[in-house]
């Protein structure tokens, strides 16, 4: 999948509530993607500075044409990293990276049923035959389309 496929779908994802997604990529650009629980944060600014910052606040970006760090202008290159005094760390990659970091850590708060309302039913069955016990497990799936308010459907197996 391209690198512009995968940002796509990750800004368009409906996640668990804790994961808010500020802004719109298709319209400016400009886009956060925050999980308020660890305070993981994935940010675009003018489809340009991709950044991924995780839970210890260790930090990955790609390259600008300068960072101030302490009043020093720093020119970064691809692999350089800072080190603050308290190490947190800030290294700078390259967008995919920056991407594929931000993927691989939210997607796992994806709302996998998003547009389905789903019940789950199960029915179980005993007999004894011959003085043999047997167990029988029906499950039903029912749900329901969010678009489509007409439709319903029912999964069931045994």
């Given at each position: 999948m391209q690198t512009k496929d995968k940002l796509i779908k990750l800004?368009?994802?409906?996640?668990?509530?804790?994961i808010t997604i500020y802004g719109n990529y298709e319209k400016?650009?400009?886009t956060l993607?925050?999980?308020?629980?660890?305070?993981?944060?994935?940010?675009?600014?003018d489809d340009f500075l991709?950044?991924?910052?995780?839970?210890d606040h260790n930090s990955w970006s790609t390259i600008p044409k300068e960072v101030y760090v302490n009043?020093?202008?720093?020119?970064?290159?691809?692999?350089?990293?800072?080190?603050?005094?308290?190490?947190?760390?800030?290294?700078?990659t390259t967008k995919e990276?920056?991407?594929e970091m931000a993927v691989s850590y939210f997607e796992k708060f994806i709302i996998p049923y998003y547009g389905l309302k789903v019940n789950w039913r199960v029915c179980h069955f005993q007999e004894m035959i011959n003085g043999t016990k047997y167990s029988y497990k029906l499950s039903e799936i029912k749900f329901k389309s969010s678009s489509y308010k007409e439709i319903e459907a029912y999964i069931s197996s045994n």
């Open positions: 800004l368009t994802q409906k996640y668990n509530s804790h400016n650009k400009n993607l925050l999980d308020s629980n660890s305070e993981t944060l994935f940010t675009i600014q991709f950044s991924f910052k995780d839970k009043g020093t202008k720093i020119y970064p290159n691809l692999g350089d990293s800072i080190t603050r005094s308290d190490g947190v760390k800030h290294c700078f990276n920056v991407i």
